[in-house]
């Protein structure tokens, strides 16, 4: 939602005559909405794949990512850079 239909919600929330239970009520399904979406996107970032303990990658998987570093590599720099996109 945009600022503007955000802003058009709670002018029409305020209108309401609600109750303070009522507007606990509100405010407490608003909460358990919010730390479910957030529970799901945290949830969808630690999803890694599953490879079985016989798969052997090929010679060139191998030389693509086994190996020493180069010399001039940073290793604090590059986690810093994937945690940052």
């Known amino acids: 939602m945009n600022a503007v239909s ?3 919600l709670w002018s029409y929330l305020q209108g309401l005559s ?3 239970s009522n507007q606990r009520w509100l405010g407490e399904r608003l909460i358990e ?3 479910s ?3 799901k996107q945290h949830k969808a970032e630690l999803v890694f794949p599953k ?3 016989d798969y ?9 990512t086994c190996g ?7 290793l604090d720099k590059e986690l810093d850079e994937r945690w940052q996109e």
Request: charged share 30%; net charge positive; hydrophobic share 40%.
């Open 51 to 53: 490879i079985p303990k």
């Open 18 to 20: 609600l109750t303070a």
């Open 56 to 64: 052997k990658p090929s010679a060139r998987v191998m030389a693509m």
């Open 68 to 74: 020493p570093l180069p010399k001039d590599f940073d």
């Open 33 to 35: 909405a919010s730390e």
């Open 37 to 39: 979406v957030e529970k």
């Open 6 to 8: 955000l802003n058009n």
